[in-house]
């Protein structure tokens, strides 16, 4: 019924850049916040960065000054714009949605199918 699709993986080098989307489709009423997790081989899934409907962010430690997240909200979709990587950014990263509304009222949290980030020389 409600998809998140994710794009904009891929190999990079370290200090390079990659842009990854995520749209959201399907019977949507309403969006409250966005967000993007990662998941590295061995570790736990952990909140990269969030924004709110009104623009409100939230970044990780390890993210800040280098990761910027964004929104269209005409287009449902979100975005993370990382710069700097680093080898240790390299993870599946995942975007997810914890309070979609749908057009019956509901409320759901939805994940994207993730989409790797590979920052290797």
């Known amino acids: 019924q409600v998809q998140l699709v994710e794009s904009g993986g891929g190999l990079v080098q370290p200090g390079g850049s990659l842009r990854l989307s995520c749209a959201a489709s399907?019977?949507?009423?309403?969006?409250?916040?966005m967000g993007w997790y990662r998941q590295a081989p061995g570790k736990q899934r952990e909140l990269v960065a969030r924004?709110?409907?009104?623009?409100?962010?939230y970044y990780t430690d390890s993210v800040k000054g280098r990761f910027t997240i964004s929104r269209d909200d005409a287009k449902n979709t979100v975005y993370l714009q990382m710069n700097g990587l680093k080898p240790e950014d390299t993870a599946v990263y995942y975007c997810?949605?914890?309070?979609?509304?749908?057009?019956?009222?509901?409320?759901?949290?939805?994940w994207g199918q993730g989409t790797l980030v590979t920052v290797s020389s």
């Open positions: 399907g019977s949507i009423f309403s969006i409250n916040a």
């Open positions: 924004i709110t409907r009104g623009g409100s962010s």
């Open positions: 997810n949605v914890p309070d979609l509304r749908t057009s019956t009222g509901r409320y759901l949290e939805v």
